[in-house]
């Protein structure tokens, strides 16, 4: 972990994908992430991959290097420990209801001297407080519909998800940043903030910032469907001799020219061109336009060569290629994981499994990045934050447990 | 636009996707955002859609907000006067390669007082220095030949792209995020940073940080395909009588009994409990592994009722759903668009057309939200920008146009 955010405390009180991300992000930066729970877990805290002991590998994962502070959340004085934590510490990242224990105003009260600088950033389903998660929120967004093999039936033809919650992830990373301009903001004028982020907004957001809601009401009616090739530019997936499966993109002259040369189509584009009155290389336009002429004429060369040769020549080209791989495959690529110094060894895991641990996103050639850290056990900081940041003793932390408003680490009783 | 960034410049060399959102969502917080680009426009000045004028809707949604300033970048002195402000400035976003005219050493070179303390965000293809673009890094993820229908033979199965360019946005929100992360290290230490973020990493990071990756070695294999059903949980899209389309989600016991009560299913579920000894309101666990005799029973009354009654009753059981919706009707939802707060009126857009346009995902009760501004023309900034941050007077500036080194707003001449 880099030390960029090493002067930071979060309280995150979370769950499932987009909350607990915003979190992730903090801490592999640096920053003093605490997850708070209740004593049974999060909503999220069997989410699947469980492994045969029932721990969830998603979990475990969402929650690398952050500390967990386990409370009864049902109970009144679990939930103005909870408020109390967030207050103190002054910045909360969570995903309850405003109408919750944890609105606002409740942290608020918590600050210290009476300061009413308290940043919190809530992850809301729909703006007016619909419920919604990933896959619904999609569903809106007109994605589902476009998506599929292009010779579907537009009339017939059934929406397909997307299996990345893409949307989740956006909204994690957007409320890292959000929460980021919150405190800038104090540090400068002393004020607070109070951020709500909904899923929703997120997804109908990014259709208007893609430029595909203006798009649409442009052209009066929606995009022709695509199958898998690229919008406006020209990339499809290709097939290889050998039954193997890659992408290729060109969206500039330079990678254009060098799709061109590895797949030896001079000649043939020139004639196709000349038939066509068109010039390839002056833009997006024309090779997608005909795009489907352009893709016979690169399959066919495809389906002579084997995928070894075809990497080589396009690799020497300087094509933007990439092998398709199952999540199986990509997870024991060299290339993508073994090798790549993004990921470090693994740390000891609540599981007991190992494998290969993310460090984060952005690298800092001159800084050390550090080992992955690993989740917590569920409470595995409780007596630690609250000595620490609301100045218990270990007599009120002890009688706080024996009556079962605070628990501590879950290692041995899972 | 909320103010919570009006301190900070930021210069943004970029093209495409994921380096100018990340500039946008500064600029949607308030913060003065310098996009640089060479006098014909970047690579993606040309983006579809184009208007019959040639103005790109991609273009001037990605770019709201911000300053435009046109340099010739392929000159010498366009170079430098570029790395001048990048580096005069302090910050800088970029997609630029390393080792181009914009490394971080060149912007370094240009702080004042030969101070160290230059910050770059700079967004790369793999980490390893291969090119890459959304379509391709999501090739090598392992996602698209987890998507499309169940019933497709896993031995001849497509792969299926995302339409949604999910891993630039999750790049851009996360590189403005990692940006405010090195000024918050600047402000507390003088020290700059030099972060560099690769797209591969975001996508394979992401496969990790979701427990995808964990899950695929544990399991020794793939996942098999769900077609639209939620991984581990009880959701899938179901088709009303009258033929609409909608995804349902169940993911805690709440939700789970407001769908059982909304599809007034109790009786027939209490006997499929006691066929198979399972208590379905126990977790996702029984919900996800009996996904299909449980699809069954719902389908069966979907396909019985108009989608406005099974609306009704979804809505009244507190159901998370949703009805897909296509791209041209989600532009004109007003559940989306026309009444969410969202969006504010069209500002005076290059291309003429006006349209709703977003403004942060993160709303502010407490403060004025402001109205959202547009795009600028290529290079309507150039002079305003080049006198404020580089201190040239109105002669050299003049001498520079007139040597087309500088140009001036393309508005009457595009």
Redesign the interface.
């Known amino acids: 972990m880099y030390q960029?955010?090493n002067?930071?405390s979060i309280v995150e009180v979370s769950s499932?994908?987009a909350s607990p991300?915003a979190g992730?992000?903090?801490a592999q930066?640096g920053a003093e992430v605490i997850r708070v729970d209740h004593v049974a877990g999060g909503?999220d805290y069997?989410?699947?991959?469980?492994?045969e002991e029932g721990r969830?590998?998603?979990?475990?994962?969402?929650n690398?290097a952050k500390k967990s502070v386990a409370l009864d959340l049902r109970s009144g004085e679990g939930r103005e420990l909870c408020a109390q934590l967030a207050g103190q510490t002054g910045q909360c990242i969570t995903n309850l209801p405003e109408r919750s224990f944890l609105g606002h105003a409740a942290m608020q009260a918590h600050r210290p001297d009476n300061r009413t600088d308290m940043i919190s950033?809530r992850i809301m389903?729909w703006?007016?407080g619909r419920?919604?998660?990933d896959?619904?929120?999609?569903?809106?967004?007109?994605?589902?519909?476009?998506?599929?093999?292009e010779d579907w039936d537009p009339d017939t033809a059934?929406?397909?998800?997307?299996?990345?919650?893409?949307w989740d992830?956006?909204?994690g990373?957007?409320?890292?940043?959000?929460l980021?301009?919150?405190?800038?903001?104090r540090?400068?004028t002393g004020e607070g903030?109070?951020?709500?982020?909904?899923l929703?907004?997120?997804a109908?957001?990014?259709?208007?910032?893609?430029?595909?809601?203006?798009?649409?009401?442009?052209?009066?009616?929606?995009?022709e469907r695509?199958g898998?090739a690229?919008?406006?530019?020209f990339?499809r997936?290709f097939r290889s001799k050998d039954g193997v499966?890659?992408?290729?993109?060109a969206?500039?002259a330079k990678?254009w020219a060098g799709l061109v040369e590895a797949f030896n189509l001079g000649e043939a584009i020139g004639s196709l061109e000349k038939e066509l009155g068109v010039d390839f290389s002056a833009?997006?336009?024309p090779r997608?336009t005909h795009r489907h002429r352009l893709f016979d004429l690169f399959q066919n060369v495809a389906s002579g060569l084997k995928y070894a040769k075809l990497e080589k020549r396009m690799a020497a080209a300087?094509?933007?290629?990439?092998?398709?791989?199952?999540?199986?495959?990509?997870?024991?690529?060299p290339?993508?994981?073994g090798d790549?110094?993004?990921?470090g060894p693994s740390p000891a895991n609540p599981?007991g499994?190992g494998?290969?641990?993310?460090r984060?996103?952005?690298?800092?050639?001159?800084?050390e990045a550090g080992d992955p850290a690993p989740a917590p056990y569920l409470g595995q900081h409780s007596e630690e934050v609250l000595a620490e940041r609301l100045g218990l003793g270990s007599g009120s932390i002890g009688d706080l447990i024996d009556r079962g408003i605070v628990r501590t680490s879950d290692k041995n009783n899972r």
């Open positions: 960029l955010l002067d930071l499932f994908v991300t992730l992000y903090c930066m909503l069997d989410r699947f991959m469980l492994t969830s590998l998603s979990w475990e994962n969402l690398r950033v389903g703006h007016d419920q919604a998660m896959f619904t929120v999609n569903a809106a967004s007109g994605y589902p519909l476009m998506g599929g093999p059934p929406p397909v998800n997307q299996i990345l919650p893409a992830f956006i909204t990373a957007y409320c890292a940043f959000a980021m301009a919150a405190l800038r903001h540090d400068a903030s109070e951020l709500r982020v909904p929703g907004d997120v109908i957001g990014t259709v208007a910032n893609s430029g595909m809601m203006a798009e649409m009401l442009y052209r009066g009616g929606d995009r695509l898998n690229i919008w406006g530019a990339g997936d499966r890659f992408m290729v993109a969206l500039t990678q833009g997006d336009e997608f300087g094509t933007t290629f990439e092998k398709y791989r199952t999540a199986h495959e990509a997870a024991q690529d290339q993508l994981v790549n110094p993004l990921f599981s499994f494998y290969p641990a993310p984060s996103f952005a690298n800092i050639p001159e800084r």
